[in-house]
């Protein structure tokens, strides 16, 4: 569905892996590699991968995974051309309501504690913090944030 701003929210297809491999290879230091996408979208079937486009190009990707009543989030990112205009709000917000009307009650992620833009929107939406992972992150022994949304209907617009 495009909004009236042009963005469009879909389902992450084969044609998206290039761009969105690339977003992640950007906004990570440990990016995941290509395969791990293809396997989200050929093998699991607990995945849900989401992308939005802007002018013809991949603005953000998210994987997550469908796990009972739960949805981890698993990677979100914006390329760097589209962030700062509440894009990957809109694209989180998208794959919550989707979650939500399979059933889905509860959302949970991990996020490097020294992303203060990415903390500051989910805490915006709700999530809280439930505990944090000691050097969860090899690259520099970051600790990881657990956050978590314990009840999806109540987000707005969700």
Same mark, same amino acid.
């Given at each position: 569905m495009e909004d009236p701003t042009g963005l469009?929210?879909?389902?992450m297809i084969e044609v998206d892996l290039e761009q969105v491999v690339a977003i992640d290879q950007v906004s990570f230091s440990l990016p995941w590699p290509s395969s791990s996408f293809i396997y989200e979208l050929k093998d699991n079937f607990s995945s849900?991968?989401?992308v939005a486009e802007m002018d013809r190009r991949v603005a953000a990707m998210m994987v997550g995974w469908l796990i009972m009543d739960?949805?981890?989030?698993?990677?979100?990112?914006?390329?760097?051309?589209?962030?700062?205009? $509440?894009?990957g709000k809109k694209l989180l917000l998208h794959a919550l309501r989707a979650a939500k009307a399979e059933g889905v009650t509860r959302a949970f992620l991990e996020v490097r504690?020294?992303?203060?833009?990415?903390?500051s929107?989910?805490?915006?939406? $709700?999530?809280?913090?439930? $505990?944090r992972r000691n050097e969860y992150y090899k690259d520099n022994n970051e600790d990881a944030i657990l956050m978590s949304l314990n009840d999806l209907g109540h987000i707005q617009g969700v």
């Open positions: 469009l929210i879909r389902k849900r991968s989401w739960e949805l981890h989030i698993a990677t979100i990112a914006t390329h760097p051309d589209y962030r700062r205009r $509440g894009i504690e020294g992303n203060h833009a990415a903390l929107m989910y805490r915006n939406l $709700g999530f809280a913090e439930d $505990g």
